[in-house]
């Protein structure tokens, strides 16, 4: 398994900009897929993006496309979420993931995750 460490969180009004980063450690980050998935209190872990090992394929949910852009830096081992235009309906703890097996969609087909961190949209 990879280890994973999200920065980058915090609190922002809407319309702001964050960007998060995910430095992982652990494996040859570069073959692999890398995620991005978040979490509102009560609800589901829902996925956010995601992006290829060489980072040629992008892969957004509906209510993301536009506003956010995934995308890595395999040099440095690092993912990151450039998310704008942020909605107070975003504000979530957002865990970076490794390791899928299957559909890229599903949280419970990756098999590593980060702590997360927190981003609050204030309208």
């Known amino acids: 398994q990879m280890q994973l460490v999200e920065s980058g969180g915090g609190l922002v009004q809407a319309g702001g900009s964050l960007r998060l980063s995910c430095a992982a450690s652990g494996r040859t980050f ?3 897929p ?18 290829t090992g060489n980072g040629g394929s992008t ?8 506003r956010f852009t995934i995308s890595r830096d395999n040099a440095k081992n690092t993912v990151y979420l450039q998310m704008n235009r942020l909605k107070p309906e975003d504000t ?21 995750w980060g702590q997360g961190t927190q981003v609050t949209v204030s309208s």
């Open 34 to 51: 890398m995620g991005w998935f978040r979490q509102a209190p009560g609800e589901e872990r829902e996925f956010v993006s995601a992006i």
């Open 92 to 112: 979530a703890v957002y865990y970076c993931a490794a390791d899928p097996d299957g559909n890229y969609r599903k949280a419970s087909d990756w098999g590593s």
């Open 30 to 32: 570069g073959s692999y």
């Open 59 to 66: 892969y957004y949910a509906d209510s993301v496309k536009g």
